[in-house]
């Protein structure tokens, strides 16, 4: 009987202790933002003009476990995009961009980076996306 009760008190307490643990995601303090300018070439690969990216899905991923997104929120007007209330962690953020060399028609634009305190806020500073 006393086993079992000890038994049974481990259990519980590893229980306890390992579900407290935090991982990437939602419930922490932390900001990732960034901006995204749009830049615009010609048919000769040259830059003809530059704008920030309104409207354009941005995505984060938590962790490095998989790379299915966890969250992905549209950038504003000026190219602004903000995720909130983040833990510490690894974390990726990555936007398309048009590529006429992908079957697609778009490539991967990413950025993967550490938040290490509480209430840190990350900025990516300004991502430029190639639009053809």
Same mark, same amino acid.
């Given at each position: 009987?006393?086993?079992?009760?000890?038994?049974?008190?481990?259990?519980?307490?590893?229980?306890?202790?390992?579900?407290?643990?935090?991982?990437?995601? =939602?419930?922490? @303090? /932390?900001? %990732?933002?960034?901006?995204?300018?749009?830049?615009? *070439?010609?048919?000769?690969?040259?830059? %003809?003009?530059?704008?920030?990216?309104?409207? &354009?899905?941005?995505?984060?991923? *938590? @962790?490095? /476990? +998989?790379?299915?997104?966890?969250?992905?929120?549209?950038?504003?007007?000026?190219?602004?995009?903000?995720?909130?209330?983040?833990?510490? @962690? =690894?974390?990726?953020?990555? !936007?398309?961009?048009?590529? /006429?060399?992908?079957?697609?028609?778009?490539? !991967? !634009?990413?950025?993967?980076?550490?938040?290490?305190?509480?209430?840190? !806020?990350? +900025?990516?500073?300004? &991502?430029?996306?190639?639009? &053809?």
């Amino acid at each position: 009987m006393k086993n079992s009760f000890l038994l049974l008190l481990s259990i519980l307490i590893f229980s306890v202790s390992t579900s407290c643990k935090k991982v990437e995601g =939602t419930g922490g @303090g /932390a900001t %990732i933002k960034g901006i995204i300018q749009e830049q615009k *070439y010609n048919a000769l690969g040259n830059v %003809i003009a530059e704008y920030p990216g309104s409207d &354009i899905d941005v995505y984060l991923i *938590y @962790g490095t /476990a +998989d790379q299915f997104y966890d969250e992905d929120v549209k950038t504003s007007y000026d190219g602004s995009f903000v995720f909130n209330y983040l833990q510490k @962690g =690894t974390y990726t953020v990555f !936007v398309y961009e048009d590529d /006429a060399t992908q079957p697609s028609g778009k490539n !991967v !634009v990413k950025q993967t980076f550490e938040v290490t305190e509480k209430g840190q !806020v990350v +900025d990516l500073g300004t &991502i430029n996306i190639r639009k &053809i």
